[in-house]
Protein backbone atom coordinates (compact mmCIF):
# COMPACT_ATOMS: atom_id res chain seq x y z
CA UNK A 1 0.00 0.00 0.00
CA UNK A 2 1.77 3.39 -1.04
CA UNK A 3 1.86 6.79 1.08
CA UNK A 4 -1.04 8.22 -0.47
CA UNK A 5 -3.31 5.39 0.20
CA UNK A 6 -2.76 5.35 3.96
CA UNK A 7 -3.54 8.78 3.88
CA UNK A 8 -6.63 8.54 2.51
CA UNK A 9 -7.61 5.33 4.79
CA UNK A 10 -6.27 7.89 7.89
CA UNK A 11 -8.50 10.80 6.39
CA UNK A 12 -11.82 8.53 5.32
CA UNK A 13 -11.36 6.84 9.28
CA UNK A 14 -10.87 10.13 11.01
CA UNK A 15 -14.35 11.62 8.78
CA UNK A 16 -16.18 8.67 9.81
CA UNK A 17 -15.08 8.97 13.69
CA UNK A 18 -16.18 13.12 13.32
CA UNK A 19 -19.30 12.72 11.84
CA UNK A 20 -20.34 9.55 14.61
CA UNK A 21 -18.74 11.77 17.20
CA UNK A 22 -21.27 15.26 15.59
CA UNK A 23 -24.15 12.87 15.74
CA UNK A 24 -23.59 11.71 19.29
CA UNK A 25 -23.72 14.79 20.37
CA UNK A 26 -26.25 16.15 18.32
CA UNK A 27 -28.68 13.37 20.14
CA UNK A 28 -27.08 14.10 23.87
CA UNK A 29 -30.16 14.74 25.80
CA UNK A 30 -28.56 16.65 28.95
CA UNK A 31 -30.39 15.39 32.42
CA UNK A 32 -32.72 18.17 33.77
CA UNK A 33 -32.58 20.35 36.28
CA UNK A 34 -35.03 20.45 39.16
CA UNK A 35 -37.80 22.82 38.23
CA UNK A 36 -39.68 22.53 41.12
CA UNK A 37 -41.09 26.33 40.54
CA UNK A 38 -41.31 25.85 36.51
CA UNK A 39 -44.22 28.23 35.50
CA UNK A 40 -45.45 25.90 32.45
CA UNK A 41 -47.02 22.60 32.64
CA UNK A 42 -48.04 20.57 29.20
CA UNK A 43 -50.42 18.44 28.98
CA UNK A 44 -51.16 16.17 25.69
CA UNK A 45 -54.12 13.87 25.30
CA UNK A 46 -53.37 11.40 23.10
CA UNK A 47 -57.11 10.58 21.86
CA UNK A 48 -57.89 14.33 21.87
CA UNK A 49 -54.73 14.71 19.96
CA UNK A 50 -54.15 18.52 21.78
CA UNK A 51 -51.43 19.62 23.45
CA UNK A 52 -52.13 22.57 26.21
CA UNK A 53 -49.89 24.36 28.00
CA UNK A 54 -50.69 25.81 31.69
CA UNK A 55 -49.75 28.54 34.26
CA UNK A 56 -50.47 27.71 37.27
CA UNK A 57 -53.62 25.22 36.06
CA UNK A 58 -54.91 27.83 33.90
CA UNK A 59 -54.61 27.12 30.03
CA UNK A 60 -52.40 29.40 28.59
CA UNK A 61 -52.36 28.14 24.87
CA UNK A 62 -53.77 25.01 23.02
CA UNK A 63 -52.44 23.34 20.09
CA UNK A 64 -53.77 20.52 17.58
CA UNK A 65 -50.92 17.41 17.53
CA UNK A 66 -50.26 14.68 15.72
CA UNK A 67 -49.33 11.09 17.70
CA UNK A 68 -48.02 8.17 17.47
CA UNK A 69 -49.51 5.49 15.18
CA UNK A 70 -51.10 2.47 16.78
CA UNK A 71 -47.68 0.21 15.59
CA UNK A 72 -45.48 3.06 17.36
CA UNK A 73 -47.67 4.49 20.16
CA UNK A 74 -46.89 7.92 22.18
CA UNK A 75 -45.91 6.68 25.54
CA UNK A 76 -47.92 7.70 28.51
CA UNK A 77 -46.94 9.05 32.00
CA UNK A 78 -44.71 11.98 33.61
CA UNK A 79 -42.15 13.22 31.74
CA UNK A 80 -39.58 16.68 31.68
CA UNK A 81 -38.43 18.73 28.60
CA UNK A 82 -34.66 17.36 28.43
CA UNK A 83 -33.67 19.37 25.75
CA UNK A 84 -33.76 22.23 22.97
CA UNK A 85 -32.89 22.40 19.68
CA UNK A 86 -33.48 25.04 17.54
CA UNK A 87 -33.35 24.08 13.55
CA UNK A 88 -32.17 20.50 14.37
CA UNK A 89 -30.43 17.57 12.28
CA UNK A 90 -32.40 14.55 12.34
CA UNK A 91 -30.78 11.25 12.26
CA UNK A 92 -33.16 8.30 11.22
CA UNK A 93 -33.53 5.09 12.61
CA UNK A 94 -32.23 3.37 9.31
CA UNK A 95 -29.19 5.88 8.91
CA UNK A 96 -30.94 8.63 7.76
CA UNK A 97 -29.67 11.99 8.02
CA UNK A 98 -31.48 15.93 7.07
CA UNK A 99 -30.28 18.97 7.91
CA UNK A 100 -32.56 21.76 8.85
CA UNK A 101 -34.81 22.93 6.17
CA UNK A 102 -37.78 21.97 4.38
CA UNK A 103 -37.33 18.13 3.86
CA UNK A 104 -36.51 18.03 8.07
CA UNK A 105 -39.25 14.97 9.12
CA UNK A 106 -38.80 17.12 12.61
CA UNK A 107 -39.84 20.46 11.33
CA UNK A 108 -37.78 23.52 12.64
CA UNK A 109 -37.64 23.09 16.82
CA UNK A 110 -37.09 19.75 19.05
CA UNK A 111 -38.31 19.99 22.56
CA UNK A 112 -36.41 16.72 23.77
CA UNK A 113 -37.88 14.41 26.86
CA UNK A 114 -36.04 12.51 29.24
CA UNK A 115 -36.88 9.18 27.68
CA UNK A 116 -34.95 8.88 25.13
CA UNK A 117 -36.35 9.36 20.98
CA UNK A 118 -39.24 11.14 22.34
CA UNK A 119 -39.99 14.60 21.99
CA UNK A 120 -42.37 17.10 21.12
CA UNK A 121 -41.26 18.70 17.69
CA UNK A 122 -42.28 20.32 14.40
CA UNK A 123 -42.70 18.62 10.81
CA UNK A 124 -42.55 18.97 7.05
CA UNK A 125 -45.94 16.89 6.86
CA UNK A 126 -48.64 19.54 8.40
CA UNK A 127 -51.05 17.19 7.38
CA UNK A 128 -50.48 14.75 9.20
CA UNK A 129 -51.66 16.93 12.47
CA UNK A 130 -54.32 15.72 13.71
CA UNK A 131 -54.12 11.87 13.03
CA UNK A 132 -52.00 9.03 14.67
CA UNK A 133 -49.03 9.04 12.40
CA UNK A 134 -45.77 9.65 14.22
CA UNK A 135 -43.40 7.08 15.69
CA UNK A 136 -44.08 8.00 19.48
CA UNK A 137 -43.57 11.31 19.41
CA UNK A 138 -45.52 14.75 19.86
CA UNK A 139 -46.08 16.75 16.20
CA UNK A 140 -46.89 19.98 16.03
CA UNK A 141 -47.18 22.37 12.59
CA UNK A 142 -44.08 23.94 12.36
CA UNK A 143 -45.47 27.45 13.50
CA UNK A 144 -47.14 26.44 16.41
CA UNK A 145 -43.83 23.95 17.41
CA UNK A 146 -41.78 27.53 17.61
CA UNK A 147 -44.26 29.32 19.25
CA UNK A 148 -44.54 26.51 21.98
CA UNK A 149 -40.62 26.70 21.96
CA UNK A 150 -40.58 30.24 23.06
CA UNK A 151 -42.74 29.84 26.00
CA UNK A 152 -41.54 26.28 27.60
CA UNK A 153 -37.79 25.60 29.25
CA UNK A 154 -35.34 22.57 29.97
CA UNK A 155 -37.55 21.02 32.66
CA UNK A 156 -40.89 21.74 32.05
CA UNK A 157 -43.15 18.86 33.13
CA UNK A 158 -45.14 17.36 30.26
CA UNK A 159 -47.89 15.04 31.02
CA UNK A 160 -49.08 12.48 28.18
CA UNK A 161 -52.63 11.04 29.31
CA UNK A 162 -55.20 9.04 27.21
CA UNK A 163 -58.29 10.03 28.56
CA UNK A 164 -61.12 9.13 25.79
CA UNK A 165 -63.94 10.87 28.03
CA UNK A 166 -64.10 14.56 29.05
CA UNK A 167 -65.60 15.83 32.34
CA UNK A 168 -68.70 16.99 30.18
CA UNK A 169 -69.45 13.40 28.79
CA UNK A 170 -67.99 14.14 25.28
CA UNK A 171 -65.32 10.83 23.91
CA UNK A 172 -62.74 11.22 21.31
CA UNK A 173 -61.89 8.62 19.46
CA UNK A 174 -59.82 5.34 20.63
CA UNK A 175 -57.06 6.00 18.31
CA UNK A 176 -55.21 2.91 19.94
CA UNK A 177 -58.14 1.12 20.81
CA UNK A 178 -57.34 1.17 24.22
CA UNK A 179 -53.89 -0.89 23.88
CA UNK A 180 -52.19 2.54 25.22
CA UNK A 181 -54.30 1.95 28.16
CA UNK A 182 -52.24 -1.09 29.01
CA UNK A 183 -49.33 0.73 28.46
CA UNK A 184 -47.45 3.25 30.61
CA UNK A 185 -44.28 5.01 30.64
CA UNK A 186 -41.70 2.04 31.40
CA UNK A 187 -41.52 1.22 27.79
CA UNK A 188 -43.91 -1.62 26.93
CA UNK A 189 -44.57 -1.91 23.29
CA UNK A 190 -42.24 0.56 22.24
Known sequence: MNWTAKAMGRLMALAVAIAAAERALA??????????????????NIPAMTLEV????????????????????????????ASMVKDPTWYGPKGEIAKP???????????????????????????????????????????DAEDLFQRVRVGDQVEILYEVATADGAEYQDVYRRAAAAQSSDGAGN
Not at 29 to 35: D, R
Not at 112 to 141: E, F, M, Q, V, W
Request: glycine share 14%; charged share 20%.
Open 27 to 44: QTTAAPEPQPDAPWRIVI
Open 54 to 81: LDNGELVKSYRIAVGKRSTPTPTGTFQI
Open 101 to 143: GTKNPVGTRWMGLDRKGYGIHGTNAPGSIGRAASHGCIRLRNA
